[in-house]
Nanobody
Framework: QVQLVESGGGVVQPGGSLRLSCAAS????????MGWFREAPGKLRELVGQITGTGATFYAGSVKGRFTVSRDNSKNTMYLQMNSLRREDTAVYYC????????WGPGTQVTVSS
């Protein structure tokens, strides 16, 4: 059974940093394209960053230069390092396959507030 579990969220002041984790079971995320998504209140879920099976990364314009997607192959885990956080980054963050979606995990709440 495929399971994705996001963690690492919290409350942080503007300008702060957080690192999110996406632990996968039943799915080998090392060889597939994976993405980080977020859903803010009243908004549609959007893609913020992705990493391909070959390790290439791509980012939405709103986070480029501030967020970094990485992966630990030995742990079958993907990360999202978020720096210089802004209030508009407040959202629930999710991970999922880019090509064939699997069941969404619970997400992890990120709140940027002073």
């Amino acid at each position: 059974q495929v399971q994705l579990v996001e963690s690492g969220g919290g409350v942080v002041q503007p300008g702060g940093s957080l690192r999110l984790s996406c632990a996968a079971s039943g799915l080998d995320i090392v060889t597939i394209d994976m993405g980080w998504f977020r859903e803010a209140p009243g908004k549609l879920r959007e893609l913020v960053g992705q990493i391909t099976g070959t390790g290439a990364t791509f980012y939405a314009g709103s986070v480029k230069g501030r967020f970094t997607v990485s992966r630990d192959n030995s742990k079958n885990t993907m990360y999202l390092q978020m720096n210089s956080l802004r209030r508009e980054d407040t959202a629930v963050y999710y991970c999922n396959s880019m090509n064939e979606r699997v069941a969404w995990g619970p997400g992890t709440q990120v709140t940027v507030s002073s």
